[in-house]
């Protein structure tokens, strides 16, 4: 799509705002107690991450928040779609040969010990479809030594295009869910909707003015989330958000495209 350049970048005050309502719901018992670097570099986790451009958006703060959390990170998602869903389709099996070719590479280059997969709002297909992939997914990874994390997309403005598939797109996460709950720990489900709840016009949502995906204070409001959800599974502590969220991140193009500013 085409977006009129403009920048934003998050002040101290916008960060700390945006994000002390994020973490706010993610407070335990263990708040504020940081590992060293050297502990957390011996958890030696690394996560690709991979979806289509919604994860595209949040890739730039989540990057940022987990390598400032000495966690290594690789970005695998997919402006032009990255399902790993071959539905009925045809566009599907297009797209989803190609992120599998992909992703198979980022494995064996990468080596993560974690694959997170954000549903992409290009999961259409049958139910059984849905879970062949994502107990692909699942597969894939474990043989790789990687572990899977699961999570949903946010909730997105349904236009003429994305309407006719709402029902596949509204299965796609319950599947997601029963794979991982059966699939003996080696993956899980991490439900986002508890950060962007599940009406897109919401100011919870935190949608960019194209309703689907988000600017900056989104992103950082999703990587600071993450990171701590990660971080209690992974056994790592999330680096203080003003230790990355006003970095450099915040000028990617993506942003631009998307008109956020401010």
Known sequence: MSRRPSRHVLTTVAAAAVLGVALAGCAGPDRGKNKTANEVNRTGTKVLWAGDSIAGAEGPALGAALKASSVEFKDASSDGGGTVVAGSEEITKTIAADTWKQLSKS??????????YQITTYDWGTQDQQRAAYEKLVTTAKAAGAKTVFIPAPPIKMDDFYTRYASQMRTAPQVAMEVAKNSGGAAVFLDASQLWGIDASAKKAQRASDGIHNCQQGAAAFAAWFATELGKREGFAPAAVDTWAKGSWTSDD?????????
């Open 254 to 262: 993506r942003y631009a495209t998307l008109k956020c500013d401010g």
């Open 107 to 116: 494995v064996q280059s990468f080596q993560p010990t974690v694959v997170a």
